[in-house]
């Protein structure tokens, strides 16, 4: 009973229970996702255990070396896209197929890790049938094999021909290369070409994916104030010093700028004194000064979270608002940096929400909701938003990312790939 069993499931003649309505040929789709299941496990146990920190050049090559030869099994045109020596980054993996039939994808993935050479924190270890401590297994290296294994049971089906896909995994997305006009450039060409965007980004539960990311943004504010002995503060010659200023600036930043959805801003490093010098390669600072001199020199470094262009456009000008209103003797000065920009909830994401739950319930998954984008950092797949239609957050489930305890859903991770495999199916059947 039980080989007639996995018989009828390889040839796709029968589902669970919820999935009885896909198409004969969705079933065959289906079932072979459910056939290399074990393979996609031992897949993302290989390349978790190659460390590939961002700063590990020759790691982040290796895996994608690893990604690079099984997409080439599939018939993918596969390139490694080197950085810049400048930019002290590995590169990025890019393969394609090129067809006319049904929508343009691009999925997006990353090769690179938050765990570097020097992590205590190196193997794929599993604690259960459903569990796997993997360092960077989850963000995210399970949603890149997702992505591997879903386009892997398209080709033995032959679904993929006459279709274009660009799987574009980058080697830097957990501290991404500067300039990004390099670093981003054969990512938004790809995006340009591309009709809409998918990342694998990891799942935040079962039944919700990403349709809005906020964006990030530096900024900076450095104040000078009049050097003098601290029993003249407050006169007219003194003033109120650089470090009173530089605290006004910030209360007001609290009292007018706060409150707005979505709109956050995180003052995360404040210095202050006679001299200060800050080294942003090793996040550390100096400080000079004395209790009884005025500070001559306070500095404060921090992040702003945006949902939309214009909502980070009009919180910087609140800001340099608030900075050009100066206490006595005092003058500062505010400047940006951009990271990330938004990914807001647009018409075209919500439509692909929308794809992506039918695709759910027709496995019968049940439907798939939007999640809070107030709880969602940034990713790469923002650089795209811009440009083409865009859903995150399709990869493995797990928890811990970023720390030592990063663990993998294993028992999730067929039907994830399953779900992803169906949806791209349906898109590249859609017409232009």
């Given at each position: 009973?039980?080989k007639?069993?996995?018989?009828l499931?390889?040839?796709?003649i029968w589902l669970?229970?919820?999935?009885?309505g896909?198409s004969r040929t969705?079933r065959k789709?289906v079932?072979?996702?459910?056939r290399?299941?074990p393979e996609?496990?031992?897949?993302?146990e290989?390349?978790?255990?190659?460390?590939?920190?961002?700063?590990?050049?020759?790691g982040v090559?290796q895996?994608g070396?690893?990604?690079g030869e099984?997409?080439g099994?599939?018939g993918?045109a596969?390139r490694?896209?080197?950085?810049?020596?400048s930019?002290n980054?590995?590169?990025?993996?890019?393969?394609?197929t090129?067809g006319?039939?049904?929508?343009?994808l691009l999925l997006?993935g990353?090769?690179d890790?938050?765990?570097?050479e020097?992590?205590p924190?190196?193997?794929?270890e599993?604690?259960?049938?459903?569990?796997?401590?993997?360092p960077g297994?989850?963000d995210?290296?399970g949603?890149d094999?997702i992505?591997?294994y879903?386009?892997k049971a398209?080709?033995?089906n032959g679904?993929?021909?006459?279709?274009q896909?660009?799987?574009?995994?980058?080697?830097?997305?957990?501290s991404?290369g500067?300039p990004?006009?390099?670093?981003?450039?054969?990512?938004?060409?790809a995006?340009r070409?591309?009709d809409l965007?998918?990342g694998?980004?990891?799942?935040?539960?079962?039944?919700e994916a990403?349709?809005a990311?906020?964006?990030a943004?530096g900024?900076?504010?450095d104040?000078e104030g009049?050097?003098?002995h601290?029993?003249g503060i407050?006169?007219e010659?003194?003033?109120a010093?650089?470090?009173?200023?530089l605290g006004?600036i910030l209360?007001?930043?609290?009292?007018e700028?706060?409150?707005e959805?979505?709109?956050?801003f995180?003052?995360?490093i404040l210095?202050?004194g006679?001299?200060?010098?800050?080294?942003?390669t090793?996040?550390?600072?100096?400080v000079?000064?004395k209790d009884?001199?005025v500070?001559?020199?306070?500095s404060?470094k921090?992040?702003?979270?945006f949902i939309s262009?214009e909502q980070k456009?009009?919180?910087?000008a609140?800001m340099?608002?608030?900075?050009?209103?100066?206490?006595?003797?005092?003058?500062?000065?505010i400047?940006?940096s951009d990271?990330?920009?938004?990914m807001p909830?647009?018409?075209?994401?919500?439509?692909?929400?929308?794809?992506?739950s039918?695709?759910?319930?027709?496995l019968?998954h049940g439907p798939v909701?939007g999640?809070?984008p107030?709880r969602?950092?940034a990713a790469?797949v923002?650089f795209?938003?811009?440009?083409?239609?865009?859903?995150?957050g399709?990869?493995?489930?797990?928890?811990?990312?970023?720390?030592p305890?990063e663990?993998?859903?294993?028992?999730?991770?067929?039907?994830?790939t399953q779900?992803?495999?169906?949806?791209?199916?349906r898109?590249?059947?859609?017409a232009?």
């Amino acid at each position: 009973m039980k080989k007639l069993f996995l018989l009828l499931i390889s040839l796709g003649i029968w589902l669970p229970t919820g999935a009885q309505g896909l198409s004969r040929t969705e079933r065959k789709l289906v079932a072979s996702v459910s056939r290399n299941a074990p393979e996609s496990i031992d897949f993302l146990e290989k390349v978790v255990n190659i460390n590939s920190g961002t700063l590990n050049l020759e790691g982040v090559r290796q895996v994608g070396s690893a990604f690079g030869e099984a997409f080439g099994n599939l018939g993918f045109a596969v390139r490694w896209i080197d950085m810049p020596d400048s930019l002290n980054r590995a590169g990025h993996l890019f393969a394609e197929t090129q067809g006319k039939r049904g929508k343009r994808l691009l999925l997006i993935g990353h090769l690179d890790t938050v765990f570097e050479e020097n992590s205590p924190v190196q193997r794929f270890e599993r604690v259960n049938d459903s569990l796997a401590h993997a360092p960077g297994g989850n963000d995210m290296k399970g949603g890149d094999v997702i992505v591997l294994y879903a386009l892997k049971a398209l080709h033995e089906n032959g679904l993929l021909d006459d279709t274009q896909i660009i799987v574009a995994f980058t080697g830097d997305e957990e501290s991404t290369g500067e300039p990004l006009e390099v670093s981003r450039r054969d990512l938004l060409e790809a995006a340009r070409r591309s009709d809409l965007a998918l990342g694998f980004e990891t799942a935040t539960s079962f039944n919700e994916a990403t349709v809005a990311r906020r964006g990030a943004s530096g900024w900076e504010v450095d104040v000078e104030g009049v050097r003098a002995h601290s029993s003249g503060i407050f006169s007219e010659r003194t003033g109120a010093g650089a470090i009173f200023e530089l605290g006004r600036i910030l209360n007001d930043f609290y009292e007018e700028v706060k409150g707005e959805e979505y709109l956050t801003f995180n003052p995360g490093i404040l210095m202050g004194g006679t001299f200060v010098k800050y080294d942003p390669t090793t996040g550390s600072g100096e400080v000079f000064g004395k209790d009884n001199v005025v500070a001559q020199t306070a500095s404060v470094k921090g992040g702003l979270r945006f949902i939309s262009e214009e909502q980070k456009e009009s919180a910087r000008a609140r800001m340099r608002e608030i900075v050009g209103r100066n206490l006595p003797r005092t003058s500062a000065r505010i400047s940006f940096s951009d990271a990330y920009p938004a990914m807001p909830p647009t018409p075209g994401n919500l439509a692909l929400l929308e794809a992506l739950s039918q695709v759910s319930q027709d496995l019968g998954h049940g439907p798939v909701t939007g999640y809070d984008p107030g709880r969602r950092g940034a990713a790469d797949v923002s650089f795209v938003a811009p440009y083409i239609a865009c859903l995150d957050g399709l990869g493995s489930m797990g928890s811990g990312a970023h720390t030592p305890q990063e663990t993998v859903n294993l028992k999730t991770f067929e039907a994830l790939t399953q779900r992803t495999a169906l949806l791209i199916y349906r898109l590249t059947r859609e017409a232009r």
